[in-house]
């Protein structure tokens, strides 16, 4: 799990900041940029509003969840699509998802096994993701979408 030292020290990587440059965005020395990326120290209000200011999502750095003020304007429309999605739906996006090559997410497969578990009222385990497989024990269900007719 990624503490707040590990959090930080990627933003500032995401920015392409040195620990210098952070360090003074976040009106700091570097020791102590230095010591809150090791986790030795925490840093006070001051330095996470301004390195918030510098483009620091300082809400992932804190919580490890992503703000969403920070998506560029296809990952909003994503993010707003797939919240109007039904269950079945965000379980397919989830699996095409998995299927394009990323790293198979250990939290993706739990998403999955959750919306499957709000449809079946079954526990489940995705066993496989790119297809929609998924096993609530001795049966296994293949999760689908109906296709609309075209005229």
């Given at each position: 799990?990624?503490?707040?030292?590990?959090?930080?020290?990627?933003?500032?990587?995401?920015?392409?900041?040195?620990?210098?440059?952070?360090?003074?965005?976040?009106?700091?020395?570097?020791?102590?940029?230095?010591?809150?990326?090791?986790?030795?120290?925490?840093?006070?209000?001051?330095?996470?509003?301004?390195?918030?200011?510098?483009?620091?999502?300082?809400?992932?750095?804190?919580?490890?969840?992503?703000?969403?003020?920070?998506?560029?304007?296809?990952?909003?429309?994503?993010?707003?699509?797939?919240?109007?999605?039904?269950?079945?739906?965000?379980?397919?996006?989830?699996?095409?998802?998995?299927?394009?090559?990323?790293?198979?997410?250990?939290?993706?497969?739990?998403k999955q096994a959750q919306l499957?578990?709000?449809?079946?009222?079954?526990?489940?385990?995705?066993?496989?993701?790119?297809?929609?497989?998924?096993?609530?024990?001795?049966?296994i269900n293949k999760v689908t979408r109906k296709k609309k007719?075209?005229?």
């Amino acid at each position: 799990m990624n503490s707040f030292g590990d959090r930080l020290r990627e933003e500032r990587k995401r920015l392409e900041l040195s620990q210098d440059a952070l360090a003074a965005a976040g009106g700091v020395q570097r020791l102590s940029q230095i010591n809150y990326e090791a986790g030795k120290r925490s840093p006070d209000w001051d330095y996470l509003a301004l390195v918030a200011a510098a483009g620091v999502d300082v809400q992932y750095v804190l919580t490890g969840r992503m703000s969403s003020a920070d998506l560029s304007t296809d990952e909003d429309e994503l993010l707003r699509g797939y919240r109007c999605l039904d269950i079945r739906g965000k379980v397919s996006v989830l699996g095409m998802v998995d299927g394009l090559g990323t790293d198979p997410s250990t939290a993706v497969r739990e998403k999955q096994a959750q919306l499957v578990h709000t449809i079946t009222g079954k526990n489940a385990q995705v066993i496989g993701a790119n297809h929609g497989t998924i096993s609530t024990g001795k049966t296994i269900n293949k999760v689908t979408r109906k296709k609309k007719d075209v005229l």
